[in-house]
């Protein structure tokens, strides 16, 4: 497919790209300016099929400070000062490169997520892979992968391009080509050999001490310090977590037994011991007779009550929570742990029993 | 900076692979904190031991994944 008019790109930059100023202009709030600056300059004399018709330009701490507001100050902006659905409407928006610049990648995702959804305008950035903004944003953001400096300016310009061409175009990413930050999504191909028969080709070629690529890549884990302990258990407040599926009968939050979506918060001020009558595991994969014969056999809340009374510990958090770790994604369980974390913050808990099946 | 967070459970090797620092193994994967096979009060002793070794992590000193057995 060709294109009789160029490409028309919204472009977004930090304080310093977009020509503002230094760190004394990163609380600058979001502005917008008509044709290209900075690298979108650059990226308009590399590609003459190129028209930057707008740049926005954000203070870096403006928008990582404050990112929901200043996003939506951004999309005012745009909406302000462009036409989505006329005969000029834009193709794509481009932000970055961001390199390893944190401030700079959480601005330029949450700004290509916002533009997505709301005016359905394909929108690609590029940084670092140990950009912090990745980890938050790769899984809704098509993010090529940057240097980690301006060194990697054009190469990064070139990618974000590329990868935008193929957005507009409806062409399919291919990871092993494309050079972007996988989002984890799942593509069906045909092909001309049954599993078994490309695992044990990849075993033997194991065994043989050859080279050979898994089809199916494990999560990542990340690797957070130890906390520092507690320094007097006597007073410290608890509160009792599990992945183990227990919740009150009849799963009144609809938990999934398999890769669950969310967790539920039940409260425990006033009971002493998981009852059968009143609580059951719906989790998936274990044979669930013996936990819902007796739910303290997952949530050992008889115990930690009695330790309670005893003054073992000073206090206990007043409700639990509750997911199903059964083929729940990584993904999933950092944003439930984000979510479960801020509320034992905000009651004051500072030490966590987290009980897994 | 966060909270220390014991980690109860009967794979010890998943719960190394997701990166938990304070690991306490348990019973088994269907009744982490009990045994069947027990009585319920000797269940409730071991269920007690537990959670005990639980709390006695949180107030342990780690620069490392530790598992407590």
Same mark, same amino acid.
């Given at each position: 497919?060709?294109?009789?008019?160029?490409?028309?790109?919204?472009?977004?930059?930090?304080?310093?790209?977009? *020509? @503002?100023?230094?760190?004394?202009?990163?609380?600058?709030?979001?502005?917008?300016?008509?044709?290209?600056?900075?690298?979108?300059?650059?990226?308009?004399?590399?590609?003459?099929?190129?028209? =930057?018709?707008?740049?926005?330009?954000?203070?870096?701490?403006?928008?990582?400070?404050?990112?929901?507001?200043?996003?939506?100050?951004?999309?005012?902006? @745009?909406?302000?000062?462009?036409?989505?659905?006329?005969?000029?409407? #834009?193709?794509?928006? @481009?932000?970055?490169?961001?390199?390893?610049?944190?401030?700079?990648?959480?601005?330029?995702?949450?700004?290509?997520?916002?533009?997505?959804?709301?005016? *359905?305008?394909?929108?690609?950035?590029? /940084?670092?892979?140990?950009?912090?903004?990745?980890?938050?944003? !790769?899984?809704?953001?098509?993010?090529?992968?940057?240097?980690?400096?301006? /060194?990697?300016?054009?190469?990064?310009?070139?990618? /974000?391009?590329?990868?935008?061409?193929?957005?507009?175009?409806?062409?399919?990413?291919? #990871?092993?080509?494309?050079?972007?930050?996988?989002?984890?999504?799942?593509?069906?191909?045909?092909?001309?050999?049954?599993?078994?028969?490309?695992? =044990?080709? /990849? @075993?033997?070629?194991?065994?043989?001490?050859?080279?050979?690529?898994?089809?199916?890549?494990? #999560?990542?884990?990340?690797?957070? #310090?130890?906390?520092?302990?507690?320094?007097?258990?006597?007073?410290? !407040?608890?509160?009792?977590?599990?992945?183990?599926?227990?919740?009150?009968? *009849?799963?009144?939050?609809?938990?999934?037994?398999?890769?669950?979506?969310?967790?539920?918060?039940?409260?425990?001020?006033?009971?002493?011991?998981?009852?059968?009558?009143?609580?059951?595991?719906?989790?998936?994969?274990?044979?669930?007779?013996?936990?819902?014969?007796?739910?303290?056999?997952?949530?050992?809340?008889?115990?930690?009550?009695?330790?309670?009374?005893?003054?073992?510990?000073?206090?206990?958090?007043?409700?639990?929570?509750?997911?199903?770790?059964?083929?729940?994604?990584?993904?999933?369980?950092?944003?439930?742990?984000?979510?479960?974390?801020?509320?034992?913050?905000?009651?004051? =808990?500072?030490?966590?029993?987290?009980?897994?099946? | 900076?966060?909270?220390?967070?014991?980690?109860?459970?009967?794979?010890?090797?998943?719960?190394?692979?997701?990166?938990?620092?304070?690991?306490?193994?348990?019973?088994?994967?269907?009744?982490?904190?009990?045994?069947?096979?027990?009585?319920?009060?000797?269940?409730?002793?071991?269920?007690?031991?537990?959670?005990?070794?639980?709390?006695?992590?949180?107030?342990?000193?780690?620069?490392?994944?530790?598992?407590?057995?």
């Amino acid at each position: 497919m060709t294109m009789k008019s160029p490409y028309r790109i919204i472009y977004c930059l930090n304080q310093f790209f977009g *020509g @503002l100023g230094g760190e004394d202009k990163a609380d600058h709030p979001p502005c917008i300016f008509d044709g290209p600056k900075g690298p979108a300059i650059l990226l308009q004399q590399r590609f003459p099929e190129v028209q =930057v018709v707008k740049t926005v330009v954000f203070g870096d701490n403006y928008i990582a400070g404050k990112t929901d507001v200043a996003v939506a100050e951004v999309l005012a902006l @745009l909406r302000n000062s462009i036409d989505f659905s006329g005969a000029d409407a #834009p193709h794509l928006l @481009l932000a970055g490169p961001a390199f390893l610049a944190g401030r700079y990648g959480i601005g330029c995702a949450a700004i290509c997520k916002a533009v997505q959804e709301e005016f *359905g305008l394909p929108a690609v950035t590029a /940084m670092h892979p140990d950009n912090p903004a990745v980890a938050e944003y !790769r899984k809704e953001v098509l993010i090529g992968v940057a240097d980690k400096d301006v /060194m990697g300016m054009e190469e990064g310009l070139d990618r /974000m391009l590329a990868l935008g061409k193929k957005l507009i175009h409806h062409l399919p990413l291919v #990871p092993e080509e494309d050079n972007y930050i996988l989002q984890g999504r799942r593509q069906n191909y045909f092909t001309q050999k049954s599993g078994a028969e490309r695992a =044990v080709e /990849m @075993l033997l070629r194991k065994i043989a001490g050859l080279p050979y690529r898994t089809e199916y890549v494990m #999560p990542s884990f990340d690797r957070v #310090p130890p906390a520092a302990p507690l320094s007097d258990l006597s007073r410290a !407040r608890i509160a009792l977590v599990t992945s183990g599926g227990i919740v009150p009968r *009849g799963n009144p939050d609809r938990i999934e037994s398999a890769s669950a979506s969310r967790f539920g918060t039940y409260s425990i001020k006033d009971v002493a011991a998981l009852s059968s009558e009143g609580y059951q595991s719906i989790h998936g994969g274990y044979d669930p007779t013996y936990a819902n014969q007796d739910p303290n056999r997952v949530l050992p809340l008889d115990v930690i009550h009695e330790l309670l009374t005893e003054k073992v510990f000073g206090s206990l958090h007043p409700y639990y929570y509750a997911t199903v770790g059964n083929a729940t994604s990584v993904a999933r369980a950092r944003d439930f742990g984000r979510d479960i974390g801020q509320r034992l913050v905000a009651d004051g =808990v500072q030490g966590v029993i987290l009980t897994s099946t | 900076m966060g909270l220390p967070v014991a980690h109860a459970c009967s794979i010890v090797p998943i719960s190394k692979t997701v990166g938990a620092n304070r690991i306490i193994p348990t019973v088994a994967i269907p009744h982490p904190f009990g045994d069947p096979l027990k009585s319920r009060e000797e269940e409730k002793v071991l269920r007690r031991e537990l959670v005990l070794k639980a709390l006695q992590a949180l107030t342990t000193p780690i620069s490392e994944q530790t598992v407590f057995s």
